[in-house]
C-alpha cells in the first residue's frame, strides 16, 4: 500500500507549529478576528512558502470552518458562485464562524475563466466572513480590480536553514538515517518551497530510510535553480545583507566551485584596494570554516562559510560599483570536476562495500578499499567473486583496476 503524502502528515496543525513569518502571521490573525465587510487579504509568494497551511491552522486555533476552493480547478462564475457565493451569507452549523479560502488564484486563465473574477469581487462584496485569497503573482493584469479590494501580504521564501530544521524533523519522526551534507544539499535545492523539499525527501528516503549525497546526485535537480552568474550578479551589486545571504540558496553547485567563482572574480568587480582586502578576508575565513569541515565532518560549518561568500563579501564595499563586469569561470574549475568524479566513483564503491560489511562508508574507504585495489590488480578470479557480491558496474571494476 502506497505511503502517506508526508506534506500532508507534516502539515502544521497550529500557527505555532508554523517557523518563521511571524510578523505576516500576525496581520493574518488581525484581518479574520477584526474582519471588514468588502475587504479580502491576498496572500501571494513562492509556492511551498506556507502560504495556504497557515490559514489551514489559524481557522484551528479559532475553531473557524474553512470553505475552500482551488481556483485552478474551479475557475468561472456559475462554479465559484455555487461553492462559495452562499457560503459566504450562510451562518456556519457546526462552527462559530468562518473562513473563506480562495487557493491558486493564479490557476484562473484564459476565455474559459472568463467571469471568475468578477463572481469572487461580487462574493467579495457580499460576503459576512473573511475571504483570503492565495497566489504566487499577484501583480498580473488580470487581478488589478481584486488587488484594490485586497490587503496585499506577502510570504517570503524561506531561507534553507528554516527548511533544514524541518527535513531534521521528519528525519527523526520517520527513523531516517541521513548525512548532513545530503538534507543540506536538498533543503537548498527546494529554493524555499519546503512542500518540494518534503516531497524529495519522501521519494528518497522513505523506502530504505537513508539519505546519501549520492542519492541525490542520482535523483537529479529540481528546476527552480539560479546560474553561478546571477547569484555573483547579488553578492556584487548589493550592499543589503537580506539580499545577499540568499544569493546562493537556489544555486545547484557545490561549495567548491563556488569559492572558485568567487575567488576568481572578486578582483575584477571590486576596484578599491580597502574593498578587495575585506572581500579576500571574508573569502579566507569561509575556507577557514571549510576547512573545519572536512576535518571535522562537522557540517553546521556550511552555514557560516555561505554566510562568508555572500554577506561577507558583499558587505566588504562601502558601495555599490557601477561597472558592468563579464564575470568568467576559473581555470581551477575543470581540475575540480576531474578529481571530484574520481572521488565519486571511490565513494559509490565504499557506500557499496559498507552496506555489504555493516559498515560506516568512511571506515569502508579507509580500511577496505586498499585491499581491493591490490585483490582486483593481483587475483582475477576473487576480484570477480568480490565484483559479483558487491554488484559493481563496469566503471567501478576499472577504477579499482587502476
Not at 460576503?127 to 488589478?144: G, M, Q, T
Not at 541521513?178 to 516531497?199: C, F, K, P, Q, W
Not at 567548491?256 to 576596484?271: M, Q
Amino acid at each position: 500500500m502506497e505511503s502517506a503524502s508526508w506534506t500532508r502528515k507534516y502539515l502544521p496543525k497550529k500557527l505555532s507549529d508554523i517557523e518563521g513569518h511571524v510578523r505576516v502571521i500576525e496581520e493574518l490573525k488581525r484581518f479574520v478576528t477584526h474582519f471588514e465587510k468588502g475587504k479580502a487579504l491576498l496572500l501571494y509568494g513562492p509556492s511551498g512558502g506556507g502560504k495556504t497551511s497557515s490559514v489551514y491552522a489559524l481557522a484551528h486555533d479559532l475553531g473557524y470552518e474553512l470553505v475552500e476552493i482551488n481556483a485552478s480547478d474551479t475557475r468561472n462564475a456559475e462554479q465559484i458562485n455555487s461553492l462559495i457565493g452562499s457560503a459566504s451569507k450562510q451562518a456556519s452549523l457546526f462552527s462559530k464562524s468562518k473562513i473563506i479560502l480562495v487557493d491558486e488564484l493564479d490557476g484562473i486563465t484564459g476565455r474559459e475563466d472568463r467571469g471568475g473574477v468578477q463572481a469572487i469581487l461580487r462574493i467579495i462584496d457580499t460576503s459576512v466572513y473573511p475571504i483570503i485569497l492565495v497566489a504566487n503573482e499577484p501583480y498580473d493584469k488580470r487581478f488589478s480590480a481584486l488587488r484594490k479590494k485586497a490587503i496585499l501580504l506577502e510570504y517570503k521564501a524561506r531561507p534553507y536553514t528554516s527548511t533544514l530544521k524541518f527535513l531534521k524533523k521528519i528525519c527523526k519522526e520517520e527513523g531516517i538515517r541521513y548525512d548532513e551534507e545530503a538534507l543540506i544539499v536538498l533543503a537548498r535545492r527546494a529554493g524555499g518551497d519546503l512542500r518540494a523539499a518534503i516531497n524529495d525527501l519522501q521519494s528518497l528516503a522513505s523506502v530504505n530510510k537513508r539519505l546519501t549525497r549520492s542519492m541525490l546526485d542520482e535523483y537529479g535537480e529540481r528546476d527552480k535553480t539560479d546560474t553561478i552568474i546571477q547569484a555573483l550578479i547579488k553578492v556584487f551589486k548589493t550592499t543589503d545583507i537580506d539580499v545577499a545571504l540568499n544569493s546562493f540558496d537556489n544555486v545547484d553547485e557545490d561549495l567548491d566551485k563556488i569559492f572558485l567563482w568567487v575567488d576568481e572574480n572578486l578582483p575584477r568587480e571590486y576596484a578599491k584596494p580597502e574593498d578587495l582586502a575585506r572581500g579576500f578576508d571574508a573569502l579566507s575565513r569561509a575556507d577557514v570554516f571549510k576547512g573545519r569541515i572536512m576535518r571535522w565532518q562537522y557540517y553546521r560549518f556550511y552555514v557560516y562559510c555561505y554566510n562568508l561568500l555572500s554577506a561577507g563579501v558583499a558587505l566588504a564595499k562601502h558601495e555599490k560599483y557601477r561597472s558592468i563586469i563579464n564575470y568568467k569561470p576559473s581555470s581551477r574549475i575543470l581540475k575540480l570536476w576531474i578529481a571530484k568524479q574520481r572521488n565519486m566513483k571511490k565513494k559509490a564503491i565504499a557506500e557499496k562495500i559498507g552496506v555489504r560489511t555493516h559498515t560506516s562508508s568512511r571506515r569502508a574507504l579507509h580500511d577496505t578499499l586498499p585491499y581491493l585495489k591490490h585483490i582486483f590488480n593481483n587475483n582475477r578470479r576473487e576480484a570477480e567473486r568480490i565484483s559479483s557480491y558487491l554488484d559493481l558496474d563496469k566503471e567501478e571494476v576499472a577504477w579499482l583496476k587502476k
